[in-house]
């Protein structure tokens, strides 16, 4: 059986024979990034003559001023967002002056600070008095990092003198930390923002991402007479060019779609202007009854859950005997700009399902999501209920979140000024680009995803072995413009779905309707999706949960086969008639 490649701008991976497919939609037209406005004036230029047909609302048309002022605004963001990698300098502000007006009212927290910050030079010179006082040998630290942070961890960082170099950027840490909370009348969420934002900021200035500064950098110059830096060097130069020139990083070319990585043999069975739906079929001689549909999230490729055979979902499934359905959904261009939620419930799910009743007429369906696709398959399988529609018999959900009161640092970029900002980045070019959604990510994580890269690679030169989840991550998708206006507004910031007022079929719906049992999984360090967060499945349905834990983070956490070395996991069920236990209690209870 063939394996599918999608037709032009789809997910999926590679020709195949097209079987039992709907008529084709006529291909639809992407324009070439090099004809993307570069200066302001241009996309100016380009927005006033796309205005009439964005369709800018109706009663702004006759007064021309008001509709050219918008264009202007919204022209002028999209312009500073490839300055601002995609962030709100309004919002930036915004918290800023929250913070510093308060600050600068409160003479007791100024005195605490001036007092904490004696305290912490104190303590530095004292440890310093200590050093010398040993020849520089090891001495205890004044400090300790937290237990996440792993810069200072090598034996080099605890000698002379790099041992103060680094006790002081922990204390400075800590004091920047008790500056930027803990004052009355600042908003919570501006206060959070501002913390994380001066930890990064402070993060750029760490001693480890300085050749001088760095011992372990040091040594390795020493030893190989700078050749590192050489190789580091030219690292940084191929870098540079792939990116500038579109191309993906260094090593991904050697996972080729469907030979390495997403080489499950399947076929396409149904399409149509939003997605491919694909079937594999089981490889054992017992078929299951039921089949298996997953929705993936459009906010990365479908073939996450199929990498190499060896950790590939998919390909456990058809080991166990299930048929599967895998939805791979259209990585969209400027046409697609007008779909919206409504749109990809439709065209997606009730498509799917209606797809595979057609393919295997009277089965109940095995319904499993992942990310975006789980809050996705939650607001399906809750309009379904309403609607007294059963075809779901079981429903998965993986590091995926119905429930948006709690979902970490990401919720830092996600207020107004900053929705707005993003909304006027894809109202230009009418999706946002992977790319310009990657950057928020790489923040959350800067040490980990920036900058013991830019040490391993540019310092030590040395090349990270790529991974077919490293080749996967680099394949970066689109997201239209209304769709991820309406996700963010409805989910992030109204909360609308867990609070049943999120609408499908113009009527509101509500997930406790759901009576399918839920298996939901979450996972421990999930910057992205945290387990709290997901966890609240228990709290919102009126059915039976089993909710289970495992360490690792949103991607690796998850794709994670059988036998993995060090995993582990924590499981436990909640039926109807059991009262709610807090996620505290239940990871010490389980």
């Known amino acids: 059986m063939a394996h599918p490649r999608a037709a032009a701008g789809l997910s999926t991976p590679r020709e195949a024979v097209r079987e039992a497919v709907e008529p084709s939609p006529a291909p639809i037209h992407r324009p070439a990034a090099e004809t993307m406005p570069t200066t302001p004036f241009e996309a100016w230029m380009a927005a006033a003559r796309l205005a009439p047909l964005l369709g800018l609302t109706a009663a702004r048309e006759d007064d021309p001023s008001l509709r050219q002022a918008e264009v202007l605004d919204r022209s002028l963001h999209y312009s500073m967002s490839r300055v601002t990698s995609g962030l709100s300098p309004m919002a930036l502000a915004e918290t800023y002056f929250d913070w510093l007006v308060h600050l600068s009212l409160s003479p007791g927290k100024q005195f605490q600070l001036w007092q904490k910050g004696l305290r912490k030079s104190t303590r530095l010179a004292n440890h310093l008095a200590h050093c010398m006082a040993i020849f520089g040998h090891s001495a205890e630290p004044c400090i300790c990092p937290l237990p996440q942070d792993k810069r200072f961890s090598a034996p080099d960082w605890h000698q002379w003198p790099f041992n103060v170099i680094h006790q002081s950027f922990l204390l400075q840490q800590q004091w920047w930390h008790n500056a930027t909370t803990g004052i009355r009348g600042v908003s919570p969420e501006h206060e959070r923002a501002l913390e994380f934002g001066s930890r990064q900021l402070l993060d750029v200035f760490a001693p480890s991402n300085f050749l001088p500064t760095n011992p372990e950098i040091l040594k390795r110059t020493q030893a190989e007479a700078g050749q590192n830096l050489v190789r580091g060097f030219w690292n940084f130069v191929e870098d540079w060019e792939r990116t500038a020139n579109g191309r993906p990083p260094v090593g991904t070319e050697q996972f080729k779609i469907g030979e390495h990585i997403a080489a499950t043999p399947g076929k396409v069975v149904f399409r149509n202007r939003l997605m491919e739906l694909i079937q594999y079929a089981p490889l054992?001689?017992?078929?299951?009854?039921?089949?298996?549909?997953?929705?993936?999230?459009?906010?990365?490729?479908?073939?996450?859950?199929?990498l190499s055979a060896k950790n590939s979902l998919v390909r456990y499934l058809l080991d166990q005997g299930f048929t599967v359905f895998m939805i791979s959904w259209k990585n969209p261009g400027i046409d697609e700009r007008d779909l919206g939620m409504e749109d990809y419930h439709t065209l997606g799910p009730m498509a799917a399902l209606d797809a595979i009743g057609r393919i295997v007429p009277d089965r109940q369906v095995h319904g499993v999501g992942y990310c975006l696709g789980g809050t996705l398959l939650a607001s399906s399988a809750a309009a379904m209920a309403r609607d007294d529609d059963d075809r779901f018999k079981t429903l998965s959900f993986l590091a995926a979140q119905t429930d948006f009161t709690q979902a970490g640092e990401l919720t830092l970029f996600m207020s107004e000024s900053q929705v707005a900002f993003l909304e006027d980045i894809m109202w230009e070019q009418g999706y946002l680009q992977g790319s310009q959604m990657a950057g928020a990510f790489q923040i959350l994580r800067s040490n980990d995803l920036i900058w013991s890269r830019v040490i391993r690679n540019y310092f030590m030169g040395e090349r990270q072995p790529v991974t077919d989840m490293m080749a996967w991550n680099a394949d970066a998708t689109r997201m239209p413009y209304k769709m991820h206006s309406e996700y963010l507004r409805k989910m992030f910031l109204g909360n609308d779905l867990a609070e049943g007022r999120f609408e499908l079929g113009n009527r509101p719906l509500a997930l406790s309707d759901?009576?399918?049992?839920?298996?939901?999984?979450?996972?421990?360090?999930?910057?992205?999706?945290?387990?709290?967060?997901?966890?609240?499945?228990?709290?919102?349905?009126?059915?039976?949960?089993?909710?289970?834990?495992?360490?690792?983070g949103?991607?690796?956490?998850?794709?994670?086969?059988?036998?993995?070395?060090?995993?582990?996991?924590?499981?436990?069920?909640?039926?109807?008639?059991?009262?709610?236990?807090?996620?505290?209690?239940?990871?010490?209870?389980?």
């Open 514 to 552: 759901i009576r399918a049992p839920i298996f939901a999984v979450g996972t421990e360090t999930d910057h992205v999706a945290p387990w709290p967060s997901v966890y609240k499945f228990n709290l919102i349905m009126d059915t039976e949960v089993t909710f289970l834990l495992t360490n690792s």
């Open 284 to 306: 054992t001689n017992d078929v299951r009854p039921e089949p298996i549909l997953i929705v993936p999230a459009w906010i990365m490729k479908y073939y996450i859950l199929d």
């Open 554 to 590: 949103h991607n690796a956490g998850i794709v994670s086969e059988p036998g993995h070395p060090g995993r582990h996991f924590r499981i436990a069920c909640k039926v109807e008639k059991d009262r709610y236990i807090d996620p505290d209690t239940w990871i010490r209870q389980t």
